[in-house]
Each structure stands twice: as structure tokens, then as C-alpha cells.
């Protein structure tokens, strides 16, 4: 599961240097599918990897507003914010925390989940929307940042 998360904030990192080269108008044209632009759907990955978090830590929940956020540098300024919770969190991590259960009447009509159910939903989440990143990237004619997570060096004996 942490090596998910490093997957995820390693290829995440790698989107944010590859829309260096995109305009502020490219960023936020608005496209069919995602969360409408390329810089709402990777502030939307940010603040659902957040939220869930911060959920299951039984701290309050908000919606960060897109609006306040609609620069690259702002997004990757809210990510490092955010990190540092989502990291101490990830890195604590341990086996007793995968069937704790989570009460919620507001999801779908059901009112339990495990939190390894909720973590790896949130996983997915990101990688889903990662791919609908890479369609845009087609879309526009550039390459789109790597899936592949062999060759990262993300396992905790890998020497990169």
C-alpha cells in the first residue's frame, strides 16, 4: 500500500513538471471527462487524497475551492501543504489499521468500510485520474507522463 502512495506522488510530481510547459490557458481549457481541466483534476487528486485522510483520522473534513487555486504553483503549494499530514500518515501505516472500520451513511446508501477498503479507494482514485491526464496529454499531442511503475526504485530495498 505505501509503495502505491510513492508511485502515486512520484508520477503526480512528474505531471506538475510536465505542465511547466503548458500554458496557464492550456491548464484550465476546459475538456470532456476529469474534473473539466487539467489543473482541476490534479487539484481535485490533491484535495480527495487529503480529505480521505483526514477522515479517517477522525479530524474534520472541508472542500479546499478550486477558485482559490488556479495556478500551477498554487496547486503544487497546496500538495506540499497537504503532504506532510498524507505522508505521516502513510508512513504509520500498519497491518491492525487495515480492517479498523469506518462508519459513513453519506456514501452510496452503505455505512461501513474498512480503512484498507478506504486507502486503496483512494489510491485508485488518483490513478484513475491520472489516466484521463494522459488522454488530455494525447489529446494536445504530447507525450503523457509514464504509468510504469517498475523502474521508480519505490521498494524499500531498491538502490535508486
Request: aromatic share 12%.
Amino acid at each position: 500500500m505505501q509503495m502505491f502512495f510513492r508511485y502515486n506522488w512520484s508520477v503526480r510530481e512528474e505531471w506538475y513538471r510536465w505542465c511547466e510547459e503548458l500554458s496557464e490557458e492550456e491548464l484550465l481549457l476546459n475538456r470532456s471527462g476529469g474534473m473539466g481541466s487539467i489543473l482541476h483534476t490534479l487539484f481535485h487528486i490533491v484535495d480527495v487524497e487529503w480529505s480521505w485522510i483526514r477522515v479517517l483520522q477522525g479530524k474534520s473534513d472541508f472542500q479546499e475551492n478550486f477558485n482559490a487555486y488556479k495556478s500551477l504553483d498554487k496547486v503544487r503549494e497546496l500538495d506540499a501543504k497537504f503532504h506532510i499530514e498524507v505522508k505521516n500518515f502513510v508512513d504509520s501505516w500498519d497491518n491492525e489499521m487495515e480492517n479498523r472500520l469506518f462508519y459513513d451513511t453519506l456514501l452510496d446508501g452503505r455505512n461501513t468500510d474498512t480503512w484498507g477498503e478506504i486507502i486503496r479507494h483512494t489510491i485508485a482514485h488518483e490513478i484513475h485520474h491520472i489516466g484521463q491526464l494522459s488522454i488530455w496529454a494525447r489529446e494536445i499531442g504530447k507525450q503523457p507522463v509514464s504509468a510504469n511503475l517498475i523502474g521508480r526504485g519505490l521498494a524499500t530495498h531498491s538502490n535508486k
